[in-house]
């Protein structure tokens, strides 16, 4: 070979420089273009077949090295539609004439073209899948074309509504020291109300005398002290006129006279007397000891009249008569207690129940019992009215919610009557022999009655009685949208189980009907929902949603709605505000929308905005990625296609590493690049010297055979 070989090596070194500067110039000139990949330059020396000793150092050879597999830098863009691909991979395009064929770009500065497809600023379309209501429905790529057309209207058919009720709701009508006042009370709803509200009342024709008969009042004394302490004389004379009959008696030591000296009491005096009165009479009149009090009380349905004399009068006290009363003029004030009842009611007990809370009563006709324990004793001793008054202050007091009102009274007509007004929601019950002895053993069930709708006349008084929960529009077929306002309503509580009734706000024209409805009860066992009871038109699934066959609001019937709480969506815990915590509400529907603009989602969805506030995913942009992709044939404006080496595109129809608002800058990085053209430019002016040295080197040759 010789000098031509060292000739044609240096023109194979000066092409193969050439051909770098050429991949150097291209990448610098490139430096700026979105998702440029570089090409380096890789030199191969060519060796010709000679004996070992003789071996050359021989030529070279360049060929291109692709670079597709090193990113460029994610950049931010103001443009939405524009995308780069944090990791491997290439869009899928085609041309953007609409003549099809497929190619691979890492280039995302895809914008709106004229016709609605995403062209990128090589003029090439962005393939992927189609997608119906957030699902992907096409199995082919396409061109992706956006639709600017107006969205329809969705109607409404879910409103998902989770929220936790306080323990005790601070209505407008809730007073702390006033227990049930924050309750719901139906009965108040005059022409609302369904059923019959019922405050137990407990009534009986009590037994009664005939006649009251005439009774007169002595002296306080002590019943166990000797009779000497009365310091009546021997020989002084107590009189008695019964009807017009007298009778006498002489007190002294001796019978038959009323013995006075000890050891007789005041207590054996007295019976003394009225044993010998009534042996006389042959009647029960009584003279004895009445609350702490000397008494004398003509016989049992006697109308006859008493009068007191004699000189031991002034010493029992005895002066003033009451005279017999007819039925006639019977009151609980002139009614002595104790004549009251069939065997009288003395030592005789009366036991009155509301919601659960219990009073016992043992009532005292003599003075001369003890109460045990949980029980009151009443003095019976004076009229019924002293006697009732005592109970009613103690049931008002003691009784509990449902007594707070109590009213105890008698009268001669309607008997003994116990009244609990305003107590709609206590049952009561009466018993004890007491009871049974004034007829007044029994029970009645208190009942609010119920409300299934709040007419406009009671809607101020319905909105004092219950809570906010919320409100949320929601759209009918054609797009209108309408509030749906809702309230709740505490209905009962008792040991533990709390009711709630849930309203909507179904009419707000003045004078209407229908100014709220109720969905439905819901039924809270320790805080946690237990049961729900659907209202006229609603069906119930479990404890999880209910189903409004026809939600009708201001005349306007907007279809059947489901309201779906959730698996646990439903509490009532304590809450120091008394208000509703709304956690979840949100509906389905939408009115129409107008297009307004389109980007991309982390998840590469293509997705439309709508003046309603709507999202759509329009399509799935799909990514391609190869076994070689450095081996990806290319092609002008950023494309590749695939080739033998690169081996067939792995379709992805995830999304994964697709960045929205942002392009792959190129890889080139213009330092490097001016490094290795200062090296590049060395090594080409090098291999020039070498063909100059050649070329003198036959000349000389040449010049020999001259």
């Not at 004996?51 to 090193?70: D, E, F, H």
């Not at 603009?597 to 969805?605: A, K, L, N, T, Y």
């Amino acid at each position: 070979m010789g000098i031509f070989g060292a000739l044609q090596s240096a023109v194979s070194g000066l092409k193969a420089q050439s051909h770098a500067m050429e991949n150097i110039s291209g990448n610098i000139a490139n430096s700026q273009t979105i998702g440029y990949k570089r090409i380096d330059t890789s030199f191969v020396d060519m060796i010709p077949d000679a004996p070992v000793k003789q071996q050359i150092a021989g030529a070279v050879s360049s060929y291109s090295r692709s670079m597709n597999t090193l990113r460029g830098d994610i950049q931010n863009a103001d443009t939405e539609t524009y995308m780069a691909l944090n990791g491997n991979g290439f869009f899928v395009v085609e041309n953007g004439d609409g003549s099809g064929g497929t190619f691979y770009t890492r280039r995302g500065d895809f914008d709106i073209d004229r016709n609605g497809y995403l062209v990128n600023g090589a003029g090439y379309r962005l393939t992927g899948l189609g997608m119906e209501n957030g699902v992907v429905t096409g199995s082919v790529a396409q061109a992706v074309k956006i639709d600017n057309s107006f969205l329809p209207a969705k109607r409404s058919t879910t409103i998902n509504y989770q929220l936790n009720l306080p323990q005790s709701p601070k209505t407008a009508s809730y007073v702390s020291t006033t227990p049930g006042s924050e309750l719901l009370k139906p009965w108040g709803y005059s022409g609302d109300v369904m059923g019959t509200p019922i405050a137990p009342k407990i009534s009986g024709a009590s037994p009664q005398p005939t006649v009251i008969p005439a009774y007169g009042y002595g002296n306080i004394v002590d019943p166990n002290a000797l009779a000497s302490t009365l310091s009546i004389p021997d020989g002084s004379q107590l009189t008695l006129d019964i009807g017009g009959t007298t009778h006498t008696f002489t007190f002294g030591p001796v019978a038959p006279q009323v013995p006075t000296a000890s050891p007789v009491t005041v207590t054996s005096l007295l019976a003394d007397i009225q044993g010998r009165l009534q042996l006389a009479t042959g009647g029960n009149e009584r003279v004895g000891i009445k609350d702490g009090r000397v008494f004398v009380q003509n016989a049992t349905g006697d109308t006859g009249t008493l009068t007191f004399g004699g000189t031991a009068a002034p010493l029992f006290g005895l002066s003033t008569v009451q005279a017999a009363i007819l039925p006639a003029a019977y009151t609980s004030a002139n009614m002595p207690a104790d004549l009251m009842g069939t065997g009288g009611i003395h030592n005789k007990t009366l036991e009155v129940t509301v919601g659960g809370v219990t009073r016992k009563y043992l009532l005292d006709a003599v003075g001369n019992l003890t109460a045990g324990s949980g029980v009151l004793k009443v003095d019976a001793t004076g009229s019924m009215k002293e006697m009732l008054d005592v109970i009613q202050a103690d049931l008002r007091a003691n009784g509990g919610a449902g007594a707070s009102g109590a009213t105890v009274n008698w009268d001669a007509v309607n008997g003994l009557v116990v009244d609990f007004p305003g107590n709609y929601r206590s049952n009561v019950s009466i018993a004890g022999t007491a009871a049974a002895a004034l007829n007044v053993v029994g029970s009645q069930n208190a009942a609010t009655g119920t409300l299934s709708t709040v007419s406009a006349a009671n809607s101020e008084l319905f909105v004092k009685e219950s809570i906010s929960g919320g409100g949320i529009t929601v759209y009918s077929q054609t797009g209108e949208p309408v509030n749906v306002q809702m309230r709740w309503a505490k209905v009962s509580d008792e040991a533990g189980i709390a009711t709630w009734s849930l309203f909507y706000a179904s009419d707000s024209a003045p004078g209407s009907a229908n100014a709220w409805t109720k969905l439905a009860d819901y039924t809270f066992d320790q805080g946690i929902l237990s049961g729900i009871a659907g209202g006229s038109g609603v069906t119930v699934n479990g404890t999880e949603r209910l189903a409004i066959s026809n939600l009708s609001i201001n005349g306007r019937s907007f279809g059947s709605i489901t309201i779906d709480h959730g698996l646990k969506g439903m509490t009532q815990f304590a809450d120091n505000s008394g208000m509703a915590t709304t956690t979840q509400l949100k509906q389905d529907g939408y009115g129409a929308g107008e297009f307004i603009s389109v980007g991309i989602s982390d998840q590469g969805q293509v997705i439309a905005s709508y003046t309603n506030g709507e999202t759509r995913a329009v399509a799935q942009i799909i990514t391609a990625s190869f076994s070689n992709p450095n081996a990806l044939k290319r092609g002008d404006g950023g494309t590749y296609t695939a080739t033998t080496e690169s081996g067939g595109a792995i379709i992805n129809q995830s999304g994964a590493g697709i960045v929205g608002s942002s392009t792959e800058a190129s890889n080139t990085d213009i330092s490097e690049e001016f490094t290795k053209l200062i090296v590049t430019q060395q090594a080409y002016s090098a291999n020039t010297k070498i063909v100059t040295a050649a070329d003198e080197m036959l000349k000389q040759a040449l010049n020999m055979i001259r």
